[in-house]
């Protein structure tokens, strides 16, 4: 063990005292004590001891009430014990990134890959999950099965109008994923998803509704005067199964009163009986592939050729008017080799030219991902308030963004502790069991009895988010113990080797 490791173990305050297990009556794998517990249900902080056996939540008590043994004591005194929070919308290779550090440094415990409507290409899901469960991953994995990636297993693509015998094929696949899927995700953004009409996702939304999963959208698009018809969009699936707006946000729309009036529709779809909730990330600039700012008509290399060959003024015009809608030049900062880590308005000065001649002559559409600064934090701070939206990083191990390494530590740090804007009982629920009852999880999320233990220990008040936009890939700190499956999975700033997170099965 090195000096700093010790150095950090004495001043976690955090000891695990190995004791001898007598034959007392009751004994116990792990036992965690002076605890301040936090419930994830939203019940107020109570002292509590909490006694943990197979990976499961065996007791909670108030402090010293219970005499039993147990194999570990971890002291947490000073420290509140709460579930591992849940991020319901990240991204990542468990094949290439099993670890997941930058999530389980933030106290989290469980994400949800296959977003966006891209996931695992395969029609055999069963086998990617032993593939994964074989190499072993750092956290608990809810898989979504992508739409995008059921166009292309079933042989649509990018056709605007699929055969019925295309569309049977996708529904099967569908119906089938969702075996191992705790849902459906959409990206009406991006290809091939944008291609869908209505029809195609009604017919999906009534699948995910009959298996009782939940519909996940990276909607059509999140500009703040197309806001309203994208949520339109998601509702006419509502009707038939449980809707979610991935990352809510509204691109350059400003104000609290903004925030106000999209909460108001969907409190109203909610009140007519659309189960619809949604989940924000705590930053202002959103991360995607650069083929956003393009046209629907020159997303795709072959699309763009033929754009630069027949209406390269209309495509300069067009990429002119929504970067500057988009506050301009210096609000894109691009995120992948060779531009990394610099704006388009750097890339102007470096190369002499203007902007949309870069992104047509240098990019490409398929030729970066980035950073854009279009976001409002006091518009984005109010939807984080809303009892029906949770929190999702959006962020992966990799991603040039601060959210994949910072998210659930800038909660803790930013809004409960600096702003005093959120309150740590009610984010915690949001971010524990609500975020497990929108996936169907019901033995997580929660401290009770009978659940499992995917806990952490920490200080609210020395809960750091390291990560920025120019050095995003920066562990968060101040989560002293997490737990996952009731094995202590990071600590003392470090992943430990356990990777005892599991691919989660739907209950159903
Ligand atoms: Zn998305």
Redesign the pocket.
């Known amino acids: 063990m090195t000096k700093l490791l010790i150095r950090l173990l004495f001043t976690a305050g955090l000891f695990l005292l190995l004791s001898n297990c007598s034959d007392s009556t009751e004994s116990f794998d792990i036992r965690i004590i002076n605890a301040m517990l936090i419930d994830g249900l939203g019940s107020p902080t109570r002292p509590a001891d909490i006694y943990l056996n197979g990976g499961l939540i065996a007791r909670i008590t108030v402090p010293g009430a219970l005499n039993a043994e147990a194999l570990n004591t971890i002291d947490a005194a000073g420290r509140i014990v709460a579930p591992g929070f849940i991020d319901v919308?990240s991204h990542g290779n468990p094949l290439e990134t099993p670890e997941f550090e930058n999530f389980l440094a933030q106290g989290v415990t469980t994400i949800t890959l296959g977003?966006?409507g891209d996931s695992p290409e395969t029609e055999d899901l069963g086998g990617w999950v032993n593939q994964i469960t074989e190499i072993g991953i750092g956290v608990n994995v809810a898989l979504f099965v992508g739409h995008g990636t059921l166009r292309n297993l079933a042989g649509i693509g990018q056709k605007p109008d699929a055969s019925a015998e295309e569309l049977r094929r996708l529904l099967e696949i569908l119906n089938n994923s969702l075996d191992y899927a705790f849902g459906l995700s959409t990206?009406l953004?991006?290809n091939p998803g944008l291609h869908a009409p209505e029809s195609e996702l009604v017919a999906m939304a009534r699948v995910v509704g009959n298996r009782d999963r939940i519909l996940m959208s990276?909607m059509r698009n999140e500009d703040d005067d197309q806001l309203e018809n994208s949520i339109d969009e998601l509702l006419s699936q509502g009707q038939y199964a449980r809707v979610h707006i991935?990352?809510l946000k509204s691109v350059y729309g400003k104000g609290a009163a903004r925030a106000e009036e999209i909460l108001e529709v969907i409190a109203a779809a909610r009140e007519s009986g659309v189960e619809i909730t949604a989940d924000v990330y705590p930053y202002n600039a959103?991360y995607?592939g650069i083929a956003l700012l393009f046209p629907v008509w020159s997303k795709t290399n072959e699309e763009f050729e033929i754009a630069k060959r027949d209406r390269r003024e209309e495509l300069e015009q067009y990429l002119i008017n929504r970067i500057t809608r988009r506050n301009g030049p210096k609000a894109t900062l691009l995120g992948t080799d060779p531009y990394t880590g610099k704006t388009l308005a750097d890339l102007e000065t470096e190369l002499g030219l203007p902007y949309e001649k870069i992104l047509i002559d240098v990019i490409g559409p398929q030729g970066a991902a980035g950073a854009y600064f279009i976001m409002d934090d006091e518009l984005q701070s109010r939807l984080l308030q809303d009892p029906n939206i949770t929190v999702s990083s959006?962020g992966s191990p990799s991603g040039f963004h601060p959210r994949g390494h910072g998210t659930f530590a800038k909660i803790i740090e930013e809004y409960v502790v600096n702003r005093e804007s959120l309150e740590l009982e009610e984010i915690i629920r949001k971010m524990t069991s609500f975020a497990a009852s929108l996936l169907g999880l019901d033995n997580r999320g929660s401290i009770e009895e009978g659940k499992v233990a995917d806990l952490i220990i920490f200080d609210p008040t020395s809960v750091r988010a390291k990560a920025t936009y120019p050095d995003p890939i920066q562990l968060s700190q101040g989560f002293d113990i997490v737990m996952v499956n009731g094995v202590i999975a990071f600590q003392s700033g470090a992943a430990t080797s356990a990777r005892i997170g599991a691919v989660l099965q739907p209950s159903n």
């Open positions: 919308h977003q966006d990206g953004e991006y990276h991935s990352h959103s995607a959006d």
